[in-house]
């Protein structure tokens, strides 16, 4: 199961740390939970009565973040982090911490940033999570760059209560994915519909493209321009792209996109008078032309569901040489766009509704296989060894546990494992086999096996 870059030496290494099951790993796990514990106090600058309730709360989210590969500072700076964006003495649940630790990974922005920006517009850590979940699932419906987009929309987060936005957060990814589309700075969009908020300006402005001979969408209508720069800035930035569009061609003899000459002199002109740059229209006109040839081969024959099936056909395809667009239909097939049948679009939608659902899915579906065993081994032995502080004090060891607190951590943390069951119980036999081993003349237990078993056999049906 080690990957093809790994060498098996170097796999079982970390898989054998991940199994280890000794005394030594309480004894740390107490220290670290003690000061991990003392640590969240200070930085919150809480009363030490709540030292059990933060060790409590690190326990939980601890496994849970080893299961997306972080360590176990890891799980305390992503808690620290979210408290000091809220600017409040805000204990995360596990929940709010794995799902906010999982976007993180999945965006490539730092957990503080991401709560600090959403929070600055009024969506609370606990929400965000759940709605940029939607909105990457939204963009690879459309086949697009997730991390690109949602890169965006966090850049762009604060556009929220600047303009209406319809659904909030997924009205910003839509522009946001119009914008990567059409190779298109949304900044500039942003000025401009700031810009027109202003009546004189708008006046201003739709005379601008009247005198050009722009009457696409809502630009030549001071009033629509006003309220689309209100109420529908992606629609404004739609219309901006049809302006620059009409200007170009599709050169037959070079198999290429080009902004015709009239074009050059009106798009400059265009640039002047809305304080966009020449370079982002024309950049605009022709990704907006090719996206409309693309949308054009498709064979008017295949039924989508909506208009994100159908972009996400044409997202899959790209040009050839003799200037037709082809998709590869699977890893030894490639054929013309136009000639894609019901059946070959179906299979490649049910392939795409097959991918991850959950941010922290997303997150796991883009490390290595055996990275994924580690870390799945690895949060086992976290809920065992990190154990349940709110209902044990620290020096307490597992064979001491009361069993309902062992089937509280597996029912917690095992049960969502993604390992078979097979693998599960064999991992669980190894880590009480080596715990008792290691404890065995300590605690004058005779019989190894009849322990493990019996402990096991109270964990199988959790592991179902």
Do not use: H
């Not at 991940?18 to 030594?24: K, N, W």
């Not at 002047?272 to 020449?278: A, F, N």
């Not at 997202?315 to 894609?340: C, F, H, P, R, W």
């Amino acid at each position: 199961m080690a990957d093809d870059k790994e060498k098996p030496s170097e796999f079982g290494k970390k898989l054998g740390e991940a199994v280890s099951f000794g005394t030594d790993e309480f004894v740390t796990a107490a220290s670290q939970m003690k000061q991990a514990a003392n640590e969240l106090v200070g930085s919150f600058s809480l009363s030490r009565a709540r030292v059990g309730e933060m060790m409590t709360a690190v326990s939980d989210a601890a496994p849970r973040l080893k299961r997306l590969g972080a360590y176990f500072a890891g799980t305390l700076k992503t808690m620290s982090d979210i408290a000091a964006a809220t600017g409040k003495n805000t204990l995360a649940s596990a929940d709010s911490v794995e799902k906010l630790y999982a976007t993180s990974k999945v965006l490539g922005q730092e957990v503080g940033t991401i709560v600090t920006k959403f929070t600055d517009v009024g969506i609370q850590f606990g929400v965000v999570g759940g709605q940029l979940e939607e909105s990457v699932l939204t963009v690879r419906d459309l086949g697009l760059n997730a991390k690109e987009v949602m890169g965006q929309v966090v850049d762009y987060s604060s556009k929220l209560n600047r303009f209406n936005f319809d659904g909030g957060v997924q009205g910003l990814t839509k522009m946001a994915a119009r914008a990567s589309q059409l190779k298109f700075d949304m900044g500039e969009a942003f000025n401009l519909a700031e810009d027109a908020m202003n009546p004189e300006r708008a006046v201003e402005l739709a005379s601008s493209f009247q005198r050009l001979g722009v009457s696409v969408g809502t630009l030549a209508d001071p009033f629509a321009l006003m309220n689309a720069s209100i109420n529908e800035p992606g629609a404004l930035q739609d219309s901006i792209a049809k302006a620059a569009q009409a200007y170009t061609t599709f050169d037959e003899k070079t198999k290429t996109f080009k902004i015709n000459p009239q074009g050059m002199l009106t798009l400059r002109q265009m640039a002047k008078e809305t304080g966009m740059s020449y370079d982002n229209l024309s950049k605009m006109g022709l990704a907006s032309a090719e996206l409309d040839k693309r949308l054009s081969q498709i064979s008017p024959t295949l039924n989508f569901k909506d208009e994100s099936d159908k972009q996400f056909l044409s997202n899959l395809s790209e040009m050839d040489a003799s200037g037709n667009y082809v998709v590869k239909i699977n890893d030894s097939q490639t054929k013309n766009l136009a000639d894609v049948t019901q059946e070959e679009f179906d299979r490649l939608i049910e392939e795409q509704k097959s991918a991850p659902k959950t941010m922290e899915d997303i997150a796991k579906a883009s490390m290595k296989s055996g990275e994924i065993l580690v870390n799945e081994v690895g949060a086992i032995k976290e809920a065992l060894v990190r154990g349940d502080r709110k209902s044990t004090r620290l020096e307490m060891l597992p064979n001491k546990w009361p069993i309902k607190i062992i089937k509280n951590l597996l029912e917690k943390y095992l049960v969502k494992s993604e390992l078979n069951l097979n693998f599960k119980v064999g991992i669980l036999v190894k880590l009480w086999k080596d715990y008792f081993q290691n404890l065995k003349n300590k605690y004058k237990i005779k019989t190894i096996k009849k322990e493990v078993v019996r402990l096991v056999n109270l964990q199988i049906n959790l592991l179902r």
